[in-house]
DNA sequence: ATTATTCATGTTCGATTGAACAGTAGCTTG
DNA sequence: CAAGCTACTGTTCAATCGAACATGAATAAT
Protein backbone atom coordinates (compact mmCIF):
# COMPACT_ATOMS: atom_id res chain seq x y z
CA UNK A 1 0.00 0.00 0.00
CA UNK A 2 2.92 2.30 0.90
CA UNK A 3 4.90 2.34 -2.46
CA UNK A 4 4.74 5.83 -2.56
CA UNK A 5 8.24 8.04 -3.19
CA UNK A 6 8.86 10.33 -0.09
CA UNK A 7 7.98 13.31 -2.33
CA UNK A 8 4.59 11.65 -2.58
CA UNK A 9 4.26 11.26 0.64
CA UNK A 10 5.20 14.83 1.42
CA UNK A 11 2.64 15.99 -1.03
CA UNK A 12 -0.45 13.78 0.09
CA UNK A 13 0.26 14.99 4.26
CA UNK A 14 0.19 18.47 2.61
CA UNK A 15 -3.28 17.79 1.32
CA UNK A 16 -4.68 16.07 4.06
CA UNK A 17 -3.53 19.07 5.87
CA UNK A 18 -5.19 21.65 3.85
CA UNK A 19 -8.49 19.99 4.18
CA UNK A 20 -8.53 19.77 8.06
CA UNK A 21 -7.28 23.31 8.06
CA UNK A 22 -9.06 24.76 5.24
CA UNK A 23 -11.72 22.50 4.36
CA UNK A 24 -9.86 23.00 0.59
CA UNK A 25 -7.64 21.40 -1.23
CA UNK A 26 -5.05 23.11 -2.88
CA UNK A 27 -4.16 24.32 -6.30
CA UNK A 28 -0.74 23.35 -7.92
CA UNK A 29 0.54 26.34 -7.41
CA UNK A 30 -0.18 26.69 -3.83
CA UNK A 31 1.42 23.03 -3.68
CA UNK A 32 4.44 24.77 -5.71
CA UNK A 33 4.80 27.56 -3.30
CA UNK A 34 4.75 25.51 -0.44
CA UNK A 35 7.25 23.09 -1.21
CA UNK A 36 9.17 25.38 -3.37
CA UNK A 37 8.85 24.10 -6.59
CA UNK A 38 10.70 26.26 -9.05
CA UNK A 39 7.71 25.18 -11.57
CA UNK A 40 4.06 24.36 -11.09
CA UNK A 41 4.51 21.29 -13.30
CA UNK A 42 6.21 19.97 -10.39
CA UNK A 43 3.82 20.10 -8.22
CA UNK A 44 1.03 18.65 -11.13
CA UNK A 45 3.18 16.04 -12.03
CA UNK A 46 3.30 14.53 -8.34
CA UNK A 47 -0.49 14.46 -8.33
CA UNK A 48 -0.87 12.46 -11.20
CA UNK A 49 1.16 9.67 -9.40
CA UNK A 50 -0.70 9.98 -6.35
CA UNK A 51 -3.92 9.72 -8.97
CA UNK A 52 -2.52 6.40 -10.77
CA UNK A 53 -1.91 4.88 -6.84
CA UNK A 54 -5.09 5.60 -6.05
CA UNK A 55 -4.71 7.17 -3.38
CA UNK A 56 -6.32 10.57 -4.42
CA UNK A 57 -9.15 11.31 -6.68
CA UNK A 58 -9.36 13.81 -9.28
CA UNK A 59 -11.62 15.18 -11.85
CA UNK A 60 -9.94 16.91 -15.13
CA UNK A 61 -10.09 20.08 -15.50
CA UNK A 62 -11.77 21.61 -12.61
CA UNK A 63 -10.07 23.67 -9.97
CA UNK A 64 -8.99 22.54 -6.87
CA UNK A 65 -10.51 19.22 -7.78
CA UNK A 66 -8.59 16.82 -5.31
CA UNK A 67 -10.19 14.24 -3.30
CA UNK A 68 -8.59 11.83 -0.84
CA UNK A 69 -9.59 8.50 -1.45
CA UNK A 70 -9.43 7.11 2.22
CA UNK A 71 -12.30 9.67 3.21
CA UNK A 72 -14.58 9.34 0.92
CA UNK A 73 -14.60 5.48 1.34
CA UNK A 74 -14.91 6.28 4.67
CA UNK A 75 -18.98 5.81 5.79
CA UNK A 76 -21.05 9.02 6.85
CA UNK A 77 -20.09 10.93 9.97
CA UNK A 78 -22.61 11.61 12.23
CA UNK A 79 -22.43 14.75 15.16
CA UNK A 80 -24.29 13.66 18.42
CA UNK A 81 -24.46 16.86 20.52
CA UNK A 82 -23.61 16.23 24.21
CA UNK A 83 -26.34 17.04 27.13
CA UNK A 84 -25.02 17.17 30.49
CA UNK A 85 -25.72 14.02 32.60
CA UNK A 86 -28.97 13.17 32.84
CA UNK A 87 -31.30 16.33 34.47
CA UNK A 88 -34.19 16.54 35.95
CA UNK A 89 -36.87 18.37 33.99
CA UNK A 90 -35.05 17.87 31.16
CA UNK A 91 -37.63 18.98 28.31
CA UNK A 92 -37.34 19.52 24.69
CA UNK A 93 -36.45 22.74 24.89
CA UNK A 94 -33.55 22.06 27.37
CA UNK A 95 -32.01 20.24 24.94
CA UNK A 96 -31.58 22.44 22.88
CA UNK A 97 -29.31 24.70 25.55
CA UNK A 98 -27.25 22.82 27.70
CA UNK A 99 -25.28 21.64 24.96
CA UNK A 100 -21.84 19.99 26.42
CA UNK A 101 -19.71 19.25 23.49
CA UNK A 102 -19.87 16.38 20.38
CA UNK A 103 -18.79 13.13 19.60
CA UNK A 104 -18.41 11.99 15.94
CA UNK A 105 -18.99 8.26 14.87
CA UNK A 106 -19.73 6.86 11.82
CA UNK A 107 -23.01 6.37 11.33
CA UNK A 108 -22.58 2.34 10.42
CA UNK A 109 -20.89 1.21 13.72
CA UNK A 110 -23.41 2.83 15.95
CA UNK A 111 -26.25 1.24 13.55
CA UNK A 112 -28.05 4.64 12.71
CA UNK A 113 -29.86 5.97 9.84
CA UNK A 114 -29.17 9.57 9.24
CA UNK A 115 -31.46 12.11 9.74
CA UNK A 116 -32.42 10.14 12.97
CA UNK A 117 -32.57 13.59 16.01
CA UNK A 118 -30.15 11.90 17.99
CA UNK A 119 -28.21 13.03 21.09
CA UNK A 120 -25.93 11.56 23.88
CA UNK A 121 -25.88 11.92 28.09
CA UNK A 122 -23.21 10.80 30.16
CA UNK A 123 -24.33 8.04 32.92
CA UNK A 124 -24.72 9.20 36.45
CA UNK A 125 -24.40 6.33 38.90
CA UNK A 126 -24.34 2.65 38.92
CA UNK A 127 -28.02 2.22 38.57
CA UNK A 128 -27.82 -0.25 35.12
CA UNK A 129 -25.23 -1.43 35.95
CA UNK A 130 -26.37 -5.14 35.25
CA UNK A 131 -27.09 -3.23 31.55
CA UNK A 132 -23.17 -2.80 31.41
CA UNK A 133 -23.70 0.70 31.91
CA UNK A 134 -20.94 2.63 34.30
CA UNK A 135 -20.72 6.04 35.69
CA UNK A 136 -19.04 8.39 32.92
CA UNK A 137 -20.40 6.25 29.85
CA UNK A 138 -21.48 8.38 27.39
CA UNK A 139 -24.71 6.57 25.97
CA UNK A 140 -26.23 7.82 22.41
CA UNK A 141 -30.02 8.06 22.01
CA UNK A 142 -32.88 8.55 19.60
CA UNK A 143 -35.63 10.41 19.82
CA UNK A 144 -38.33 8.60 19.18
CA UNK A 145 -40.25 6.19 21.47
CA UNK A 146 -39.54 3.34 22.99
CA UNK A 147 -39.95 -0.07 22.76
CA UNK A 148 -40.63 -2.78 26.25
CA UNK A 149 -37.12 -3.62 26.78
CA UNK A 150 -35.28 -0.54 25.24
CA UNK A 151 -32.73 1.65 27.44
CA UNK A 152 -34.27 4.62 27.49
CA UNK A 153 -34.35 8.39 29.22
CA UNK A 154 -37.31 8.81 30.10
CA UNK A 155 -38.92 11.64 32.19
CA UNK A 156 -41.34 10.36 35.14
CA UNK A 157 -43.50 12.06 37.24
CA UNK A 158 -41.36 15.22 36.64
CA UNK A 159 -37.70 13.98 36.47
CA UNK A 160 -35.65 12.26 34.16
CA UNK A 161 -33.33 8.90 34.47
CA UNK A 162 -31.83 6.21 32.06
CA UNK A 163 -33.80 2.85 32.49
CA UNK A 164 -34.98 -0.12 31.35
CA UNK A 165 -38.34 0.62 29.74
CA UNK A 166 -41.12 -2.05 30.53
CA UNK A 167 -44.15 -2.25 29.39
CA UNK A 168 -47.10 -5.05 30.84
CA UNK A 169 -50.33 -5.15 31.67
CA UNK A 170 -49.94 -2.96 34.37
CA UNK A 171 -48.86 -0.59 31.80
CA UNK A 172 -45.46 1.33 30.92
CA UNK A 173 -42.44 1.53 34.43
CA UNK A 174 -39.35 1.71 34.75
CA UNK A 175 -36.61 -0.80 35.79
CA UNK A 176 -33.24 -0.47 37.11
CA UNK A 177 -30.28 -2.88 36.31
CA UNK A 178 -29.41 -3.41 39.38
CA UNK A 179 -31.07 -5.24 42.43
CA UNK A 180 -29.92 -2.31 45.11
CA UNK A 181 -32.56 0.27 43.15
CA UNK A 182 -36.57 0.08 42.88
CA UNK A 183 -38.71 -0.04 40.21
CA UNK A 184 -40.36 3.14 38.92
CA UNK A 185 -44.29 3.10 38.45
CA UNK A 186 -45.20 6.58 36.93
CA UNK A 187 -48.12 8.34 38.85
CA UNK A 188 -48.72 10.93 36.46
CA UNK A 189 -47.31 10.17 33.04
CA UNK A 190 -43.90 8.68 31.60
CA UNK A 191 -42.64 10.36 28.47
CA UNK A 192 -39.59 8.87 26.71
CA UNK A 193 -36.77 11.27 25.93
CA UNK A 194 -34.90 8.92 23.57
CA UNK A 195 -33.79 5.57 23.31
CA UNK A 196 -30.63 4.23 24.00
CA UNK A 197 -28.83 2.98 20.33
CA UNK A 198 -24.95 2.80 21.01
CA UNK A 199 -22.46 3.96 23.76
CA UNK A 200 -19.26 5.16 23.80
CA UNK A 201 -16.73 4.58 26.83
CA UNK A 202 -13.28 6.41 27.30
CA UNK A 203 -11.00 4.99 29.12
CA UNK A 204 -8.76 7.09 31.46
CA UNK A 205 -5.50 6.20 33.48
CA UNK A 206 -6.99 3.21 34.81
CA UNK A 207 -10.87 1.96 33.60
CA UNK B 1 -29.64 29.17 14.10
CA UNK B 2 -31.70 28.30 11.50
CA UNK B 3 -32.71 32.00 10.30
CA UNK B 4 -31.82 30.40 6.36
CA UNK B 5 -34.32 31.17 3.69
CA UNK B 6 -35.88 28.08 1.82
CA UNK B 7 -33.11 28.79 -1.04
CA UNK B 8 -30.18 29.48 1.25
CA UNK B 9 -31.02 25.61 3.17
CA UNK B 10 -30.66 24.15 -0.47
CA UNK B 11 -28.04 25.51 -1.74
CA UNK B 12 -26.43 24.91 1.52
CA UNK B 13 -27.68 21.09 1.53
CA UNK B 14 -26.22 20.85 -2.14
CA UNK B 15 -22.77 22.21 -1.42
CA UNK B 16 -23.04 19.19 1.69
CA UNK B 17 -24.01 16.61 -0.92
CA UNK B 18 -21.40 17.82 -3.15
CA UNK B 19 -18.37 17.68 -0.46
CA UNK B 20 -19.74 14.15 0.70
CA UNK B 21 -19.50 12.48 -2.92
CA UNK B 22 -17.12 13.92 -4.81
CA UNK B 23 -15.23 15.44 -1.58
CA UNK B 24 -15.40 19.02 -3.65
CA UNK B 25 -16.92 22.33 -3.00
CA UNK B 26 -18.80 23.14 -6.15
CA UNK B 27 -18.42 26.35 -8.52
CA UNK B 28 -20.49 29.26 -8.21
CA UNK B 29 -21.40 27.81 -12.15
CA UNK B 30 -21.87 24.56 -11.03
CA UNK B 31 -24.53 25.53 -8.28
CA UNK B 32 -25.71 27.75 -11.18
CA UNK B 33 -26.24 24.42 -13.05
CA UNK B 34 -27.86 22.65 -10.68
CA UNK B 35 -30.93 25.16 -9.83
CA UNK B 36 -30.70 26.10 -13.43
CA UNK B 37 -30.58 29.90 -12.51
CA UNK B 38 -30.17 31.91 -15.94
CA UNK B 39 -26.93 33.36 -14.18
CA UNK B 40 -24.08 32.59 -11.88
CA UNK B 41 -24.05 35.43 -10.01
CA UNK B 42 -26.99 33.80 -8.45
CA UNK B 43 -25.48 31.36 -7.00
CA UNK B 44 -22.61 33.93 -5.72
CA UNK B 45 -25.31 35.98 -4.00
CA UNK B 46 -26.33 32.66 -2.02
CA UNK B 47 -22.94 31.86 -1.20
CA UNK B 48 -22.22 35.53 0.05
CA UNK B 49 -25.59 35.55 2.27
CA UNK B 50 -24.65 31.79 3.38
CA UNK B 51 -21.28 32.90 4.90
CA UNK B 52 -22.90 36.65 6.25
CA UNK B 53 -24.81 34.30 7.82
CA UNK B 54 -21.79 32.39 9.29
CA UNK B 55 -22.60 28.88 8.28
CA UNK B 56 -19.52 28.44 5.48
CA UNK B 57 -16.37 29.81 5.28
CA UNK B 58 -14.60 31.24 1.91
CA UNK B 59 -11.50 32.73 0.52
CA UNK B 60 -11.85 35.37 -1.43
CA UNK B 61 -10.51 34.77 -5.09
CA UNK B 62 -9.76 31.02 -4.69
CA UNK B 63 -11.22 28.68 -6.89
CA UNK B 64 -14.33 26.48 -5.06
CA UNK B 65 -13.25 28.18 -1.83
CA UNK B 66 -16.56 26.83 -0.27
CA UNK B 67 -15.65 25.46 3.77
CA UNK B 68 -19.55 24.04 5.39
CA UNK B 69 -18.18 26.00 9.37
CA UNK B 70 -19.91 22.66 10.89
CA UNK B 71 -17.43 20.56 9.78
CA UNK B 72 -14.56 22.38 10.38
CA UNK B 73 -15.16 23.00 13.72
CA UNK B 74 -15.25 19.08 13.86
CA UNK B 75 -12.42 17.61 15.73
CA UNK B 76 -9.88 15.35 13.97
CA UNK B 77 -11.58 11.99 12.96
CA UNK B 78 -9.47 9.35 13.77
CA UNK B 79 -10.00 5.46 11.63
CA UNK B 80 -9.29 2.65 13.70
CA UNK B 81 -9.20 -0.63 11.50
CA UNK B 82 -11.26 -3.41 12.61
CA UNK B 83 -10.02 -7.17 13.29
CA UNK B 84 -12.10 -9.68 13.87
CA UNK B 85 -12.72 -11.46 17.72
CA UNK B 86 -9.40 -12.04 19.09
CA UNK B 87 -7.90 -15.02 18.00
CA UNK B 88 -5.25 -17.43 18.84
CA UNK B 89 -1.85 -16.12 17.46
CA UNK B 90 -2.18 -12.85 16.41
CA UNK B 91 0.60 -11.37 16.31
CA UNK B 92 2.17 -8.06 14.27
CA UNK B 93 1.93 -9.45 10.97
CA UNK B 94 -1.70 -11.20 11.66
CA UNK B 95 -3.04 -7.71 12.55
CA UNK B 96 -2.27 -6.10 8.85
CA UNK B 97 -4.42 -8.60 7.97
CA UNK B 98 -7.39 -9.81 9.11
CA UNK B 99 -9.08 -6.10 8.29
CA UNK B 100 -12.69 -6.36 9.31
CA UNK B 101 -14.05 -3.18 9.29
CA UNK B 102 -13.51 0.50 10.33
CA UNK B 103 -14.83 2.76 12.81
CA UNK B 104 -14.17 6.21 12.46
CA UNK B 105 -14.96 8.78 15.59
CA UNK B 106 -13.31 11.94 16.64
CA UNK B 107 -10.45 11.70 18.32
CA UNK B 108 -11.34 13.71 21.65
CA UNK B 109 -14.01 11.67 22.68
CA UNK B 110 -12.13 8.48 22.96
CA UNK B 111 -9.14 10.82 24.38
CA UNK B 112 -6.10 9.65 22.07
CA UNK B 113 -3.36 11.63 20.30
CA UNK B 114 -2.78 11.70 16.72
CA UNK B 115 -0.31 9.06 15.68
CA UNK B 116 -1.07 6.79 18.05
CA UNK B 117 -1.70 3.11 16.12
CA UNK B 118 -4.86 2.09 16.83
CA UNK B 119 -6.91 -1.15 16.13
CA UNK B 120 -10.25 -2.18 17.21
CA UNK B 121 -11.59 -5.65 18.42
CA UNK B 122 -14.41 -7.26 19.00
CA UNK B 123 -14.96 -8.94 22.38
CA UNK B 124 -16.02 -12.23 22.73
CA UNK B 125 -17.70 -14.51 25.81
CA UNK B 126 -18.05 -12.85 29.18
CA UNK B 127 -14.75 -13.29 30.91
CA UNK B 128 -14.16 -9.48 31.63
CA UNK B 129 -18.11 -8.43 32.45
CA UNK B 130 -16.81 -7.51 35.60
CA UNK B 131 -15.27 -4.09 33.88
CA UNK B 132 -18.46 -3.32 32.35
CA UNK B 133 -17.45 -4.95 29.14
CA UNK B 134 -19.92 -8.01 27.61
CA UNK B 135 -20.50 -9.99 24.32
CA UNK B 136 -20.21 -7.83 20.88
CA UNK B 137 -18.17 -4.91 22.32
CA UNK B 138 -15.91 -2.95 20.03
CA UNK B 139 -12.97 -2.27 21.69
CA UNK B 140 -10.10 0.35 20.59
CA UNK B 141 -6.73 -0.51 21.70
CA UNK B 142 -3.28 1.62 21.27
CA UNK B 143 0.02 -0.28 20.42
CA UNK B 144 1.76 0.58 23.61
CA UNK B 145 3.40 -1.51 26.54
CA UNK B 146 0.79 -1.52 29.73
CA UNK B 147 0.83 -0.53 32.85
CA UNK B 148 -0.36 -2.53 36.20
CA UNK B 149 -4.34 -2.13 35.92
CA UNK B 150 -4.68 -1.43 31.76
CA UNK B 151 -6.92 -3.73 30.37
CA UNK B 152 -4.89 -5.05 27.47
CA UNK B 153 -5.00 -7.35 24.55
CA UNK B 154 -2.07 -9.85 25.33
CA UNK B 155 -0.50 -12.83 23.60
CA UNK B 156 0.39 -15.49 26.31
CA UNK B 157 2.02 -18.66 25.63
CA UNK B 158 0.74 -18.78 22.02
CA UNK B 159 -2.96 -17.15 22.24
CA UNK B 160 -4.25 -13.82 22.35
CA UNK B 161 -6.79 -12.40 25.02
CA UNK B 162 -8.51 -9.63 26.71
CA UNK B 163 -7.45 -9.43 30.32
CA UNK B 164 -6.63 -7.08 33.01
CA UNK B 165 -3.29 -6.49 33.32
CA UNK B 166 -1.31 -7.03 36.55
CA UNK B 167 1.96 -6.47 37.64
CA UNK B 168 3.37 -7.17 41.02
CA UNK B 169 5.89 -8.92 42.68
CA UNK B 170 5.41 -12.46 40.89
CA UNK B 171 5.64 -10.88 37.92
CA UNK B 172 3.02 -10.06 35.32
CA UNK B 173 0.34 -11.94 34.88
CA UNK B 174 -3.30 -11.50 33.47
CA UNK B 175 -6.52 -10.96 35.42
CA UNK B 176 -10.03 -11.80 34.44
CA UNK B 177 -12.75 -9.79 35.23
CA UNK B 178 -15.34 -12.44 36.03
CA UNK B 179 -15.11 -14.67 39.11
CA UNK B 180 -16.18 -17.68 37.02
CA UNK B 181 -12.75 -17.70 34.99
CA UNK B 182 -9.35 -18.62 36.18
CA UNK B 183 -5.94 -16.25 36.70
CA UNK B 184 -3.50 -16.52 33.95
CA UNK B 185 0.26 -16.63 35.08
CA UNK B 186 2.39 -17.05 31.59
CA UNK B 187 4.22 -20.11 31.58
CA UNK B 188 6.94 -18.41 28.64
CA UNK B 189 6.06 -15.20 28.03
CA UNK B 190 3.51 -12.43 28.11
CA UNK B 191 3.53 -9.28 25.19
CA UNK B 192 0.86 -7.22 25.30
CA UNK B 193 -0.72 -6.09 21.67
CA UNK B 194 -2.51 -3.29 22.79
CA UNK B 195 -3.78 -1.38 26.00
CA UNK B 196 -7.33 -0.43 25.93
CA UNK B 197 -8.34 3.15 25.30
CA UNK B 198 -11.39 3.44 24.54
CA UNK B 199 -14.84 1.06 23.83
CA UNK B 200 -17.78 1.81 21.38
CA UNK B 201 -21.31 -0.41 21.99
CA UNK B 202 -24.02 -1.13 18.89
CA UNK B 203 -27.40 -1.61 20.73
CA UNK B 204 -29.10 -3.44 18.19
CA UNK B 205 -32.92 -4.38 18.24
CA UNK B 206 -32.45 -5.45 22.09
CA UNK B 207 -30.05 -4.46 24.30
C1' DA C 1 24.78 -0.09 -21.10
C1' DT C 2 20.11 0.77 -21.68
C1' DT C 3 15.68 1.69 -20.09
C1' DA C 4 12.32 3.34 -16.95
C1' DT C 5 11.03 6.13 -13.15
C1' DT C 6 11.22 10.00 -10.33
C1' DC C 7 11.94 14.81 -9.76
C1' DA C 8 12.49 18.94 -11.52
C1' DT C 9 12.63 23.69 -14.67
C1' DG C 10 10.51 27.18 -17.86
C1' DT C 11 6.98 28.64 -20.74
C1' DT C 12 2.58 29.06 -23.07
C1' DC C 13 -2.45 28.32 -23.84
C1' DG C 14 -7.13 28.25 -22.99
C1' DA C 15 -10.70 27.02 -19.95
C1' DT C 16 -12.43 27.68 -15.46
C1' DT C 17 -13.80 30.76 -12.17
C1' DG C 18 -14.76 34.58 -8.68
C1' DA C 19 -16.06 39.17 -8.76
C1' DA C 20 -18.12 43.44 -10.14
C1' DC C 21 -21.67 46.33 -12.23
C1' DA C 22 -26.26 47.44 -13.81
C1' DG C 23 -30.80 46.21 -13.61
C1' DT C 24 -35.81 43.88 -12.34
C1' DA C 25 -39.26 42.07 -9.27
C1' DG C 26 -41.59 40.56 -4.99
C1' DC C 27 -42.18 40.85 -0.24
C1' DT C 28 -41.96 42.61 4.46
C1' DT C 29 -41.21 46.38 8.02
C1' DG C 30 -41.58 50.66 9.98
C1' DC D 1 -44.37 55.10 0.67
C1' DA D 2 -39.65 54.53 1.34
C1' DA D 3 -36.27 51.34 3.00
C1' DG D 4 -34.43 46.91 3.23
C1' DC D 5 -34.06 42.17 2.23
C1' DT D 6 -34.51 38.20 -0.88
C1' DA D 7 -34.18 36.37 -5.40
C1' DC D 8 -33.00 36.72 -9.41
C1' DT D 9 -31.18 38.25 -15.04
C1' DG D 10 -27.44 39.60 -18.27
C1' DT D 11 -22.86 40.98 -19.21
C1' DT D 12 -17.92 41.86 -18.77
C1' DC D 13 -13.28 41.43 -16.81
C1' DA D 14 -9.23 39.72 -14.91
C1' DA D 15 -7.23 36.50 -11.94
C1' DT D 16 -6.84 31.71 -11.11
C1' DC D 17 -5.84 27.38 -12.61
C1' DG D 18 -5.20 22.78 -14.99
C1' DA D 19 -2.88 21.05 -18.83
C1' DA D 20 0.50 20.52 -22.37
C1' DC D 21 5.11 20.69 -24.38
C1' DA D 22 10.12 20.84 -24.43
C1' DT D 23 14.09 19.89 -21.63
C1' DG D 24 17.36 18.13 -18.21
C1' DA D 25 19.33 15.31 -14.43
C1' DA D 26 19.66 11.74 -10.83
C1' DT D 27 18.57 7.12 -9.48
C1' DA D 28 16.97 2.41 -9.73
C1' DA D 29 15.88 -1.63 -12.48
C1' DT D 30 16.95 -4.87 -16.32
Redesign the interface.
Known sequence: MNNLTRRQSQVLEYLEQCQ?R????P?TREIQEHFGFASQTAALNHLRALERKGVI?R?AG???????A???R????V?VPVYGSIAAGMGEAALEQEEE??????A????LSRGARLFALRVRGDSM?G????EG??VILEQRPGRS???VAALIDGETTLK?LVVDRAGAWLKAENPRYPQLHPMEGLSVQGV?????????V??
Open positions: ETGLASRQKARAVAISQLREQIDGMVSIDVTVGEAHLTDLGDIRMVAMVRRCGAA
